[in-house]
């Protein structure tokens, strides 16, 4: 083992020993300490769910990239393993960015994106990145002495050096193919596919989408996959203007839904959906899990806006693994149902007529899963506030007749400027409006209409805020329960 990943290993240690999990999120994923982007890696490997994370140890800013790791049977209470890979070699040495991984002969296949600064004759520096492998047994990881194995000179003409990483890698039919982001000619994102008899040798095979300047510039972090009778290209681009309520993050992301001509290796896209409407979702990956569902995780933060407490040792967190379903051609998202195992103390009311601002016995709490049916033609508005304290608190309001549902976290106590509200575009269902709200300490996630929408938001107001108050002017009915959510560990 290289002393740069002893040194991270040794310090995780130490260092996780000290922070207890009362300072933790109740059921969502947190680095154990310094900083963290996004999920890596997160797939199947001898019948457990593997985490690994784009992860900096020693401070909670991001610096040069390490890859943490974690597992779990259920997709709820994880296990830290020790940091995975660190940036030890020449070719991977300003970072060991985000890529994926696979099970392969019994052995568990790391891809990555090695990144290396060089300097040019003149005496400025430039950066590479190459897509690099690593095989191990599920903690100890051997990266290949022929890496990299894939590098930007494969791109067509005029693509970019510089921008080229997050490989997803995935076998078919006895082949392997690897997704790439970089950036074509004309500046802007594309996915490069490459194919593979054996690990070792790629070919490029082919550009899957691109942004023609319209999607954002560089796309990063893609993913693809089959669900229902559509193909999915899931993608992270950067530098995107948002369109009405769509695409506000900058860092933002899609999911391109097509076809896909497996023979010719050709993607065909159909329509663009956001993946989520929230303040903090970046850089999402899936997994096919044994039983087949297809589950994705999202990095709980925003490049652009980020937001967490100074005096925290860690930075970082993920959505709820979720379950994505293909319905009427859109992608629908929904907690795995695992969680469902973590509900206990269920509290609930039926047709609650809602007026002014009224609270509901039982109905409280900072590790909440809350299931609301929004009912009756005649209000406007729907206010329901949580994580409050009366002072402080985040507020989920619906308007009925714009039919836009936002989320507005102005008051909830965390004391800088950050951007603080986000809409979406949810209509009711047969005069219905259907939410499930996930609150834990730090994040609220909302499912509108089954999960058809999903909006995931951070919050640091202080945990003994837990009051939630709902309020409609008109005449608003509605039916709620609500569970606490306890993991225990
Ligand atoms: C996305 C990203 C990836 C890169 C990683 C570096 O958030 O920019 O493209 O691999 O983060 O940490």
Redesign the pocket.
């Known amino acids: 083992m290289s002393e740069l990943l002893e040194k991270a290993r040794s310090y995780e240690k130490a260092a996780t020993e000290k922070i207890s999990n009362e300072n933790r999120p109740e059921f969502h994923f947190s680095n154990p300490v310094g900083w963290m ?2 999920p890596n890696g997160f797939s199947e490997y001898k019948g457990e769910h593997h985490l690994f994370y ?1 992860y900096y140890p020693y401070a909670t800013h ?1 610096d040069s ?1 390490h890859w943490g790791h974690a597992k779990s049977k259920d997709f709820i209470r994880w296990e830290y393993l020790p940091a995975a890979l660190a940036p030890d070699c020449a070719y991977d040495s300003f ?1 060991v ?3 994926s991984a696979m099970e392969e002969a019994g052995k568990q296949i790391l891809v990555y ?1 090695g ?1 290396e600064e060089k300097m040019s004759e003149d005496g400025k520096k430039y950066v590479r990145q190459h897509q690099c492998m690593a095989t191990g047994d599920g903690v100890n990881y051997e990266k290949l002495e022929k890496n990299p194995v894939v590098s930007a000179d494969m791109l067509p003409e005029g693509s970019s050096t510089e921008d080229f ?2 490989p997803k890698i995935w076998k078919e039919d006895g082949r392997y193919y690897m997704a790439v ?1 970089s950036r074509g000619s004309d500046g802007s994102g594309q996915i490069a596919l490459f194919c593979a008899d054996t690990l070792h040798e790629w070919n490029y095979a082919g550009i899957l989408d691109c942004s023609g300047n319209r999607l954002g510039k ?1 796309w ?2 893609p993913d693809f996959y089959p669900l229902g009778d559509r193909q999915v290209l899931m993608i ?1 681009p ?1 530098e995107m203007e948002a369109e009405g309520l769509e695409f506000h993050n900058g ?1 933002n992301t899609a999911f391109l839904i097509g076809s896909y001509d497996r023979e010719n290796l050709r993607f065909c896209r159909e329509r663009v959906q956001s993946v989520d409407y929230g303040l903090d979702f ?2 999402p990956q899936t997994m096919l899990t044994e039983d087949g569902r297809r589950v994705m995780i999202g ?1 709980m933060q925003s ?1 652009d806006n980020p937001m967490y407490p100074d005096s925290q040792p860690w930075s970082g967190m993920m959505t709820v693994p979720r379950e994505l379903s293909l319905r009427g051609g859109r992608v629908y998202q929904w907690p795995v149902r695992e969680l469902n195992g973590c509900r206990r103390n269920a509290v609930a009311y039926k047709g609650v007529c809602v007026e002014k601002e009224m609270k509901l016995e039982g109905i409280a709490g900072r590790s909440v899963d809350l299931e609301l049916r929004l009912k009756g033609g005649g209000y406007g508005k729907c206010r329901i506030r949580l994580a409050s304290d009366g002072r402080r608190y985040s507020e989920i309001i619906y308007d009925r007749e714009e039919k836009i549902l936002t989320f507005d976290r102005t008051h909830s106590g965390f004391a800088k400027d950050t951007i603080s509200t986000r809409s979406m575009y949810a209509d009711s269902q047969d005069g219905v409006l259907s939410l499930r709200i996930l609150i834990d300490r730090y994040s609220v996630e909302i499912f509108a209409n089954d999960g058809a929408q999903a909006m995931t938001s951070l919050i640091y107001t202080p945990c003994n805020a837990t009051q939630i108050t709902f309020a409609g002017n008109g005449q608003l009915y509605m039916d709620v329960t609500k569970y606490d959510i306890e993991v225990e560990r």
């Open positions: 982007n996004d784009q991001w990239m970072g960015f985000s890529g994106t990144v990483r997050d982001g560089m990063e972090c992270s950067q860092n970046y850089a990095w490049w």
